[in-house]
Each structure stands twice: as C-alpha cells, then as structure tokens.
C-alpha cells in the first residue's frame, strides 16, 4: 500500500488509487486485505478512480484497542476525506455489511453497492451466528489462533479435509497473522440480521447482488438488503458463486457506479 491516511482515533490505514472517473472504495471481507479486491480495482480502474485499503488490523494499517464498529466507519470518514470528500462504496461480503453501516451512519456516499452480504435469513442460521461467535470470542480470547481460523472455515461451509490441507498450507502462517480481525467482521455482523432499520435511513441508491451459481438465501439477503433501502435495487451477476471473478462482476458495477 502506497498512501496512509489517519483516522480518528490516530490509527494509520493504508490504501492505495488508481484510474479515473467517478470516485469508489473497495471493502474487503473477512481475512482479506486490499490485495484482494485488488484484481477487481484493476478491472474497474478503466472508468473509475478506485481507492483499496487494507482495513484496521491487517495488511499495512494499523490497529488501536479497544475495537468498535464505529472505528472502522471512521476509517471510511478518513479515506473518503483524502480522495475527494464523496464516494460510492463496494463491499463484500462481511465488508459489505460494513458499507452498509457506513451508509446508514451519515457519510458523504454517492452510491452503495454491496455483493453477499451473510445475513442469517432464518432462525437455525442465527442460532449457529450466535454460537460461531461465542466460540470464536473464546478461541481468541485464549490466544488459539488456528483454532479461529479453524472455526471461521466451517462456519464458512469448508469442508475438514480441505480445512486440514488448508492447516498443512504455507498459507496457514498469514491467515494466523489476521485471525484477530475475525472478531472485527463478526462485529460488524452485529446480530446477523439484515439490519433494517438503519437501511432504511440509506438514501444513496442501492445495487444488493447474489451470484447466479450461489445457493437461495443468498439471493433472499439481497431481496431484503434492497427492499430495506429506499433507493434499494436486487441484482445477480450471472453464474457466479460467492468467490466472484472480478472479470464478470466489473461490469456490473461500473454501469453502477459510473452513472
């Protein structure tokens, strides 16, 4: 990462910018960095001025305890302030969740589009959010950081063998490194409700998406993400899954967030 900036609480985040045109900011999700929206910033940077950062916690930011939500939407407020003052904003996953936060807290946001947000669309799914959450609060509180590892993988639908191999992986070494910020993505999850009310104060306009491959609740988290906001639209992106290919995805918000 090239540029910091300051957020509020004097934590440095790292981002970087690239291309021209109407201004948007990438959010990555859980144990990611700005690396990894990096590919979908090369694909967008034809017609947008695209900011990825590496969020409090990972990569080249820093970090300053205690962690609250609010502190990673004042990381937002700083970046904004240092490309230009108004943004669109694109989250993923978790991120998106994030960006939803963002939106609703009063930021300069142009545009808001989000892609899969994990919200618990049913009762079971909240009771197994809620008992992620308490075992990862211990797995972390007492220092075992494969183990969260470990637990967000599952909880993700990754099956043991691949989490094993995944253990066995010269990988393994960093995703330890961020084990941490998974206490921060399940923050911002808050309940794992789609969060309504605070989607209704969004009047940005809204593109909520789900992959054309990925299974149904992810479709019915968009639908509620969009029917929340006033200025709330449904979208797919055709025959994609959760791990999007930046290539297809591209289009779709570039026709977005260019207009």
């Known amino acids: 990462m090239e540029k910091k900036t300051l957020s509020r609480d004097g934590t440095r985040i790292a981002y970087e910018r690239s291309g021209q045109g109407p201004s948007v900011v990438l959010v990555s999700g859980a144990m990611s960095t700005g690396a990894t929206v990096a590919p979908l910033a090369a694909e967008l ?12 916690g990972r990569g080249a930011s820093g970090d300053t305890e205690p962690y609250a939500v609010e502190r990673e939407v004042e990381d937002l407020a700083a970046l904004i302030e240092a490309v230009g003052g108004e943004v669109s904003l694109y989250g993923m996953s978790s991120g998106g969740a994030l960006v939803l936060r963002a939106a609703a807290s009063g930021l300069p946001v142009r545009r808001v589009a989000v892609y899969e947000v994990p919200y618990a669309m049913d009762d079971a799914a909240a009771r197994a959010a809620a008992e992620y959450t308490e075992r990862l609060t211990e797995a972390l509180g007492q220092g075992r950081r494969g183990d969260a590892v470990e637990l967000f ?6 099956g043991e063998e691949m989490i094993q191999g ?12 961020v084990a941490p910020s ?8 808050g309940d794992s409700r789609v969060p309504r009310s605070g989607l209704a104060s969004v009047t940005a306009p809204l593109l909520a998406l789900a992959g054309g491959a990925s299974d149904a609740w992810w479709h019915e988290a968009a639908r509620a993400i969009a029917e929340a906001a006033p200025g709330g639209t449904y979208g797919t992106v055709a025959g994609q899954t959760h791990m999007v290919e930046p290539g297809v995805l591209a289009p779709v918000l570039t026709e977005f967030f260019a207009t």
């Open 45 to 56: 940077s034809a017609r947008l001025d695209v900011t990825v950062y590496d969020r409090r």
């Open 153 to 158: 993988l599952r909880f993700t639908g990754l």
């Open 166 to 177: 995944a253990r066995q992986s010269p990988m393994w070494a960093g995703l330890e490194s």
């Open 182 to 189: 998974l206490a921060y993505d399940d923050a911002v999850m």
